[in-house]
C-alpha cells in the first residue's frame, strides 16, 4: 500500500524504513516531544499547522519524503 499525504505521522513512524527516512529528511522529528500529539494526524493535517513551516516541512517535501519512502518499502 502506498503512503500518502493521508498517511498519519504515527504510521510512518512504526516502520523503520520509513522513520528513518523522516529522520534524514527531517533531523530530529522521530524524537520531537510534540510527535505525540501529531502522531494521529495525517500529513496533510500536519502541513496546514504553520509549525511545519518552522520545521521546513512543505507540501513539496512531503510528497518528496513519501515517494522515497514508499520507493524504498517495495
Known amino acids: 500500500m502506498a503512503l500518502t499525504l493521508d498517511t ?3 504510521e510512518l513512524l512504526k516502520d523503520p524504513q520509513a522513520k528513518a527516512v523522516l529522520d534524514q529528511q527531517l533531523p530530529g522529528v522521530s ?3 510534540m510527535v ?7 500529513l496533510r493535517t500536519i502541513l496546514a499547522m504553520p509549525q511545519a513551516a518552522q520545521l ?3 507540501k513539496e517535501k512531503a510528497e518528496a519524503i513519501l515517494a522515497e519512502i514508499n520507493k524504498q518499502i517495495k
Open 36 to 42: 505525540a500529539i501529531a502522531a494521529g494526524m495525517s
Open 56 to 58: 521546513g516541512l512543505t
Open 8 to 10: 498519519t505521522l504515527g
Open 31 to 33: 524524537s520531537n516531544p
